[in-house]
């Protein structure tokens, strides 16, 4: 299928971005890696009047470091966040994430940041990003905010980006050290998350000092689980100490059901995810 | 109507397009290379893989004008002077296709998983070509022709050897 006619403008700086969003107003779409804008341009599910490409903008792209964080420009592919040294050394989660995001080909033009902004609860990228505890960067025409992941993402496919404002960047805390797995389980090879646990931990000394985790589809927004990150604080990285931990995975979560499986299959399936992805991020 | 100027196959390349024209669509029916296939409306079989600056994308999800001043290789810019690249050959020794749809975007994406990893395990095959959906052959042969590629040293060669801004390392063997 074939989208709807529309305008096309490419801007080269975030600031002739916003000034052509500003002056679209609600008629404009804007385009990033276009992996899950174009299929809805092609269903027709959307037709915006102008389409604002942000793919020849320079200073979106690529990966740096700040201090104690590592900075992600929202028009980083996939693949190149993959490719990052930087990212895989301080924010493994992240890597581990997205390696398993849809093929290689959609992996070599999709977006970190039309990736977060799309915000589908079973989207791969949102759960490690909430776990990390990552800032995002949102620009719009009265400057630069800070928002913190608890507070980024709103709803179904709803996030703090408003309109007019783009996603300019991601600044992920550097988790240094610390033991990483994401457990996507799918039926077949290539599918959406059913359910998926993303967990990164720092033991010491054979205990779990510190944990955190984050839940893929559990509910219409990526969640963490505040329970087992608690829970497994000064417990051995035992299989037994985790199991009991990771019981608590489904708490306070809203899952959906559908065809690949109901509500309660899915808490089921996070308990045991969660279990799997601890042991795994703590080396056990 | 945008104007786009764009290298395919190692030929240059300035039109006129729609810019909701799927760059699929401009290959086949703007520039008649019908080598490069559509096989869904969802952009998951991959039948219309082609690389765009040397790494494979789903041509069916990417506009023309995404394109503009960057490099297309399609499955026609592979076979130099009659002679196929290793990878159409190996697919042909290895039996590697039954109808052949699924081809053209199985032997772009196949160079695409040599490139990254020359000496790919099973695994790793399997995993590469993971956006490709063949509804003939259980893709076990796919699988061996890969390997025999590799084994040939298929690893690059997706560029069609001209002075193009293609990011492959590497001459087209
Ligand atoms: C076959 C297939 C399988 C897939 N499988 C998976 C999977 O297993 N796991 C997974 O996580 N994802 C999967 N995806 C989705 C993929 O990850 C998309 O690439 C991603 O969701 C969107 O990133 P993008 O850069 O392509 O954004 P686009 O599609 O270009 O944009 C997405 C949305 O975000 C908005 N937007 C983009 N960037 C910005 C910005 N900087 N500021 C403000 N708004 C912005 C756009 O306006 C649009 O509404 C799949 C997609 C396909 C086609
Ligand atoms: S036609 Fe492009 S992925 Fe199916
Ligand atoms: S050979 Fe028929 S689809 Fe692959």
Redesign the interface.
């Known amino acids: 299928?074939?989208?709807?006619?529309?305008?096309?403008v490419?801007p080269t700086s975030v600031a002739d971005a916003l000034a052509a969003l500003a002056e679209a107003g609600d008629d404009a779409k804007v385009?990033a890696g276009?992996?899950s804008l174009?299929?809805i341009?092609?269903?027709r599910l959307n037709a915006p009047e102008k389409?604002i490409?942000l793919?020849r903008i320079e200073e979106l792209k690529g990966v740096s470091e700040d201090g104690d964080h590592v900075v992600i420009g929202a028009m980083t592919t996939y693949?190149d966040v993959l490719a990052s040294d930087l990212v895989r050394q301080h924010a493994g989660l992240l890597t581990d994430a997205i390696a398993e995001v849809?093929?290689?080909?959609?992996r070599?033009?999709g977006t970190v940041g039309g990736a977060l902004v799309h915000a589908d609860p079973a989207g791969d990228v949102g759960a490690p990003a909430l776990a990390l505890e990552t800032e995002f960067v949102i620009t719009g025409s009265g400057g630069e905010r800070t928002v913190a992941a608890a507070d980024f993402f709103q709803d179904l496919f709803e996030t703090a980006v408003g309109e007019g404002e783009l996603l300019t960047a991601i600044r992920v805390p550097k988790h240094t050290g610390w033991g990483h797995r994401y457990e996507k389980f799918v039926r077949v090879?290539?599918q959406w998350s059913i359910v998926a646990v993303a967990a990164t931990v720092r033991v010491d000394g054979g205990t779990i000092a510190e944990a955190r985790i984050g839940l893929t589809n559990m509910g219409s927004t990526p969640l963490r689980a505040t329970a087992v990150e608690q829970a497994l604080v000064g417990k051995a990285a035992t299989d037994e100490a985790v199991r009991e931990a990771c019981a608590a995975a489904a708490e306070g979560t809203n899952p959906p059901s559908d065809l690949n499986g109901d509500s309660d299959y899915r808490r089921h399936l996070a308990t045991v995810l969660a279990r799997r992805a601890v042991l795994a991020a703590a080396g056990a | 109507m945008?104007r786009i100027s764009v290298t395919v196959d190692g030929v240059d390349y300035s039109d006129e397009v729609?810019?909701?024209?799927?760059l699929v669509?401009y290959l086949r029916e703007q520039l008649g290379k019908t080598g490069t296939v559509v096989g869904c409306?969802?952009?998951?079989c991959?039948a219309c893989?082609v690389h765009?600056d040397g790494?494979?994308?789903?041509s069916c999800?990417?506009?023309a004008?995404?394109a503009?001043g960057h490099d297309v290789t399609t499955i026609e810019g592979l076979a130099k002077d009659g002679e196929l690249h290793p990878m159409q050959q190996a697919f042909h020794d290895c039996h590697a296709l039954q109808c052949g749809y699924c081809t053209p975007g199985m032997i772009m994406?196949a160079i695409?998983?040599l490139n990254?990893t020359p000496d790919p395990s099973e695994e790793q095959i399997?995993?590469?070509l993971?956006?490709?959906l063949c509804r003939c052959t259980g893709y076990h042969n796919i699988v061996k022709a890969v390997q025999q590629a590799a084994g040939a040293g298929a690893t690059t060669g997706s560029s069609a050897g001209t002075t193009s801004g293609s990011t492959l390392g590497g001459e087209p063997v």
Do not use: C, W
């Not at chain 1, 299928?1 to 096309?8: E, G, K, L, Q, R």
């Not at chain 2, 409306?41 to 998951?44: E, F, G, I």
């Open positions: 299928m074939i989208p709807a006619s529309f305008d096309y490419a385009l276009g992996q174009l299929p341009l092609r269903m389409v490409d793919g693949a849809a093929d290689p080909q959609i070599h033009r090879s290539h | 945008t729609e810019p909701r024209t799927l669509h409306d969802t952009s998951n991959g893989t765009l790494r494979s994308v789903k999800n990417v506009l004008v995404q503009d994406q695409d998983v990254d399997r995993v590469g993971e956006g490709n």
